[in-house]
């Protein structure tokens, strides 16, 4: 039977193109030599035992080694200085003077000069080094909340690349056997060869979309392990339960652990540190004596004589009263910033749980009613364009609709796990949620 014949139009140069095109993704997506396709894959050889890491060792290595926390907890340690430094008493002063220089009448004068904290000036400032030292504590607790943020959502990032690649190889999977099923069709003659060209090119991209999400894999890795300063192959593959979602607390669990979270603590730390200064500087209305005593040698007399003297600063021109009024409108300012912080982190936890909410009910009906009829769309139009029912643009369709579908999931479940990190992150603490069946 002669071949058949297809009418000349514009779109055959297109359909050569598309020839070229496919043809050169294809040799530069899979003629690589085995050398370079381990090296932008991060897969173990045959021969070796692949490296896994769960959240929980992450975690462990990130707490251990992160820079940022260690010099939270070196900031909390140099408190203790100041706290030690707090609890010190004025030191006293040796003096000495003389009167005259002549040897027959001059008089000299050797004095200890002991200046007295009056006023509880000594524990207002040890309250204030205690509320410094309270808050440098806080800020260790925030800084391994942020911590464990970083390393849950870096973690989810490896995971969601780790399962990009395999819905990109299950992709690649599909396109082949749709160009296998074009190129039958158009060896056969029932359809124009810029079926298989479009079949070609779909399978090329696939193969990208492939190498794509195994580089993005290594970036996951490398941004994981930065954490604690280790390379990437250190982390080598997640494991971890991706597809499972689990339900946000309440809304009145939330409401119970607002005060206990670290930016609530370090705010209320900021207010008593604040109160302390205020106190401390009310305590200087009180002026502290200096007593002194000392020995005097008279020669003209030609005995010692005892000195007793003590001396206090007469408030006439400095009162304190500035330090004073600036230090009760800062207490005025950490009272109202303990309000908005407050405000702020309600806002924060409840948007973030509202978008796990939105993100888990998104995950189920994709699971329930998308995935199901993407994928049963696709089938059809596969066996459809194998019997000569439906063209390959159909195809293309269903594929480009069942993918999508699949990024889509990936995308919610991402959205799901990242809001129930930042609401740990706002907390401070884990909270026992429940979990739901994923698969």
């Not at 000392?294 to 001396?311: D, I, M, P, T, Y």
């Not at 189920?364 to 009613?369: F, N, T």
Request: aromatic share 4%; glycine share 6%; hydrophobic share 40%.
């Amino acid at each position: 039977m002669a071949p058949p014949s297809f009418p000349s139009t514009p779109f055959l140069p297109r359909a050569l193109a598309l020839t070229a095109l496919a043809m050169t993704l294809s040799i530069n997506a899979w003629a690589q030599s085995p050398g370079e396709v381990g090296a932008s894959s991060s897969l173990p050889t045959p021969t070796e035992s692949p490296r896994r890491t769960t959240l929980v060792e992450a975690l462990n290595k990130a707490l251990a080694a992160n820079p940022g926390l260690q010099a939270a907890r070196h900031g909390a340690a140099a408190t203790e200085g100041a706290v030690l430094q707090s609890k010190a008493r004025p030191n006293p002063e040796l003096a000495f003077m003389q009167e005259d220089t002549r040897s027959q009448t001059r008089s000299s004068t050797v004095q200890i000069n002991q200046l007295i904290e009056l006023g509880g000036k000594r524990e207002a400032r040890i309250r204030v080094a205690q509320a410094e030292q309270a808050a440098a504590h806080a800020a260790v607790t925030d800084a391994k909340a942020a911590l464990r943020f970083q390393v849950s959502t870096h973690f989810n990032d490896l995971l969601l690349a780790q399962q990009r690649v395999e819905f990109a190889r299950k992709t690649q999977e599909l396109a082949t056997r749709a160009l296998d099923a074009a190129q039958k069709r158009v060896q056969a003659g029932k359809v124009p060869p810029l079926e298989a060209s479009r079949a070609q090119v779909a399978e090329a991209n696939a193969g990208l979309e492939v190498q794509q999400a195994q580089s993005q894999v290594l970036v996951a890795q490398q941004n994981l392990a930065s954490l604690w300063g280790g390379p990437a192959i250190e982390v080598g593959e997640a494991t971890g339960d991706f597809s499972g979602t689990s339900e946000p607390p309440s809304v009145e669990r939330i409401e119970d652990r607002l005060n206990e979270s670290p930016a609530i603590v370090l705010a209320r730390h900021a207010l008593d540190q604040s109160r302390a200064a205020s106190e401390l500087e009310r305590t200087k209305r009180t002026q502290d004596p200096t007593l002194s005593l000392g020995v005097k040698r008279a020669n003209e007399a030609g005995r010692n004589q005892v000195v007793l003297g003590v001396s206090i600063p007469l408030p006439l021109f400095d009162n304190n009263a500035g330090n004073q009024l600036q230090a009760l409108r800062k207490v005025d300012q950490a009272e109202q910033k303990l309000q908005e912080q407050r405000l702020q982190l309600q806002a924060s936890v409840l948007a973030a749980r509202q978008q796990w909410l939105a993100s888990n009910r998104q995950v189920a009906l994709l699971r329930a009613q998308v995935l199901p009829t993407a994928q049963s769309a696709y089938d059809v139009a596969v066996r459809g364009f194998t019997l000569g029912k439906f063209n390959f643009l159909d195809v293309l369709d269903a594929q480009r609709t069942l993918f999508e579908a699949q990024r889509l999931l990936l995308d919610q479940l991402m959205n799901s796990h990242r809001a129930s990190a930042e609401i740990d992150r706002l907390l401070g603490t884990p909270l026992p949620f429940t979990a739901t069946s994923g698969t």
